[in-house]
């Protein structure tokens, strides 16, 4: 499968450096997906912005921050998102066992009260959209309210991502 977009390979638009140089320093590599994104520079440059204050500015354990966003490719069906997040989860000391478990339609007794209730939030938000107030009020004693906010922008964000990645063909190796 070819992307719906033609990559834009690194260094060859000068007026691109400073953008590239950027991300490059940010995440070590400029990735298919930030080849494909900086075809449109601003979209590009908000892109990084928000999911490096997803990914990179939030009080979130990495643990849980990892999982969802492993839980979230796997709902979505978005290979390149969860091929790519493997690692993280793996630095954040997520067993294999876990990441595995994740690929299961129901989520079971291999994880904790407290991830059940994160992935519960995560499958409603991402197949249902609406969360209900039950789903989270599960959540409150155990986040602030600015951790809150970062559990549904780490949802809500990585929706994004995978959904941009399976509209522009971004799938498998990362």
Not at 17 to 30: D, F, T, W, Y
Not at 43 to 61: F, H, P, T, Y
Request: glycine content about 6%.
């Amino acid at each position: 499968m070819t992307f719906r977009v033609p990559e834009v390979e690194t260094g060859t638009r000068p007026e691109l450096a400073e953008q590239e140089g950027r991300i490059l320093k940010a995440r070590g590599r400029v990735s298919a997906l930030y080849k494909i994104l900086i075809n449109s520079p601003a979209i590009c440059d908000g892109w990084e912005q928000m999911l490096s204050a997803v990914r990179n500015k939030s009080s979130l354990n990495a643990a849980i921050r990892e999982m969802i966003i492993l839980r979230v490719a796997v709902l979505n069906g978005a290979s390149y998102e969860f091929e790519a997040h493997i690692p993280h989860a793996q630095k954040a000391g997520m067993a294999d066992a876990k990441i595995e478990a994740l690929k299961k339609p129901a989520i079971d007794s291999e994880f904790s009260d407290l991830e059940q209730a994160i992935l519960s939030a995560t499958d409603t938000l991402t197949k249902d959209v609406k969360l209900t107030d039950a789903q989270f009020d599960r959540l409150r004693p155990h986040f602030n309210p600015g951790e809150l906010v970062e559990v549904m922008a780490t949802i809500g964000a990585y929706n994004m991502v995978s959904r941009f990645l399976i509209a522009m063909n971004i799938v498998g190796k990362h």
